[in-house]
């Protein structure tokens, strides 16, 4: 029935979620629907043969500006302000959604459990008196690291230096009553002070568009990687691996090579190849040494750590990051949550079917749902780019409930300065357009408002969109389907909002 694409030529995750009953990458896998309940006229739809396309870059490139709005869109550049951000190269960045952020301290005994090579002492210290303890262990020159989520420890003050234990007692006092950027520090990491000959950079992430993780090599650490790729790019060595094969050190040292020699080459496959494990066996989005140094006796040691994982990972692993500290109700998020997000949080959980979540708040006047994911992302950019303000940022998709959707709305409408909402998303398959339409009508009758004019917009084009639209056209909803573009749609609703 349908013609089967090539594994290897797909990404993890549409392989994962593909099911080839009938369903589409991002579908879930269902049977043909009893008599009872398929639409008008299904018995005489006939089965077609079809491709799921695969997308390369080129393909991408044709596609409509639309699809790449997203890129730099003004909710990436307000993510990109917060500690959550990592820049990367245009071609590979970390995965996008929730993450767990290690702080270094953490980062750094994950790595060696690997045996990665760390500075003498490497310890958190939670007051004065135990970083005095940590560098009268260590017996020398030590660097004293405020931990928090964040970055511009250096320019901020958060990194000091002590030749003895007393000054780095005084050090750490110092450093504990300091904020950055808004964080107070967990504690500070007491380590010794290495003679660093030359620093490298070496990490893994994911490449978005080779679908494959991949790791980089730089022979000038320290500083962004991102802006040594731009103006250096003879100083950047990658090489992308599967996620079925171990890494293999001699695949390290094909890498490793671009950009060493002599002995150096052995030394820093000793990082490479862990690092790769690492980032496989625990479901990372980002593991990075930066920098990696080389000392002046030859040797190489870690100065530096970062590490992220995916935040579907945290069950996989409850066991480690139990050892590691780190709590099952710990967000690391940039901010606390408000109570608007908590409570779309709230109303998510309570009910499995489908997904009404990921609510953000904005402090604009027109309320969004909006979805999935990348749609949600350009719908937003598209709002922005018409000049509209939103209120908030969310996502639904996978066929929520109707009373999902109606407590999302009743939230939405009830945050203060929300005066009217739009219902965008992409053509839907595994979503029902009557029971969005239904559950918004929904909320916002039981608001104390007229549909009519609360919904300034409502384009979901899709699975049942006949009955959604005949629902809407009841109750005076301003709709359209696919013929007309998520962007203009965007534009409609910012119009109406201008003339409100």
């Known amino acids: 029935m349908f013609e089967r694409a090539s594994p290897a030529a797909m990404s993890r995750s549409t392989r994962d979620r593909m099911r080839w009953t009938g369903g589409s990458a991002g579908a879930p896998a ?14 005489s739809v006939p089965f077609v043969k079809i491709s799921i396309p695969i997308h390369t870059p080129s393909t991408i490139s044709r596609m409509p500006s639309t699809f790449a709005m997203g890129v730099s869109s003004p909710l990436v550049s307000a993510f990109r302000q917060l500690p959550l951000w990592r820049p990367w190269s245009k071609k590979a960045r970390p995965r996008e959604g929730p993450l767990l952020r290690f702080y270094e301290y953490e980062s750094k005994q994950l790595l060696a459990r690997h045996g990665v090579a760390l500075p003498k002492g490497s310890r958190l210290a939670r007051s004065a008196d135990e970083a005095r303890q940590i560098a009268a262990g260590i017996a020398g020159p030590t660097v004293l690291k405020s931990q928090v989520l964040s970055g511009g420890r250096m320019k901020a003050g958060g990194v000091l230096f002590a030749e003895n234990a007393d000054q780095a007692a005084a050090a750490a006092e110092t450093i504990l009553r ?21 620093e490298y950079y070496l990490g893994v992430t994911w490449d978005g568009i080779a679908k494959r993780p991949v790791m980089i090599l730089s022979d000038m650490g320290g500083i962004d990687v991102e802006e040594v790729a731009e103006k250096h790019p003879d100083h950047i060595a990658k090489r992308h691996f599967s996620t079925l094969l171990p890494f293999s050190e001699y695949r390290a040292k094909q890498l490793v090579a671009q950009l060493a020699s002599g002995s150096d080459v052995n030394a820093l496959v000793r990082f490479v190849a862990p690092l790769a494990r690492i980032f496989m066996q625990y479901g990372l989005t980002l593991a990075e040494i930066n920098p990696l140094a080389k000392l002046a006796d030859g040797s190489f040691v870690a100065l530096d750590a970062h590490v992220d994982m995916e935040a579907e990972a945290r069950s996989q692993h409850a066991a480690l990051l139990r050892e590691l500290g780190i709590g099952d109700d710990e967000t690391r998020m940039a901010r606390p949550p408000t109570k608007f997000e908590l409570d779309g949080a709230a109303i998510n959980a309570a009910d499995h079917r489908g997904v009404a979540g990921n609510v953000t708040e904005f402090d604009g006047t027109l309320g969004l749902i909006i979805g999935a994911g990348g749609g949600s992302l ?35 409408l009830a945050k203060p300065g929300v005066k009217k909402i739009a219902v965008m998303m992409n053509v839907v398959s595994n979503t029902r357009v009557d029971m969005v339409a239904r559950g918004v009508i929904k909320g916002v009758v039981e608001s104390g408002h007229d549909p009519g004019e609360k919904i300034a917009i409502f384009r979901i084009p899709g699975s049942w969109e006949q009955e959604g639209f005949k629902l809407l056209g009841k109750y005076g909803v301003e709709f359209c389907d696919r013929s007309v573009s998520m962007y203009e749609a ?8 201008k003339r409100a």
């Not at 965007?490 to 909002?497: L, P, Q, Y």
Request: glycine share 10%.
């Open 178 to 198: 300091l904020e950055i950027n808004g964080h107070k520090p967990r504690g500070v990491l007491v380590e010794s002070r290495q003679p660093v000959a030359q």
């Open 30 to 43: 269902s049977r043909a629907p009893p008599a009872a309940k398929r639409p008008p006229n299904a018995s």
């Open 490 to 497: 965007a534009g409609r609703a910012v119009a109406k909002m």
């Open 378 to 412: 350009t719908l937003f950019d598209a709002v922005r780019s018409h000049g509209g303000d939103p209120a908030n940022y969310c996502e639904i998709g996978g066929n929520p409930s109707v009373g999902k959707v109606a407590a999302l709305t009743r939230l939405i």
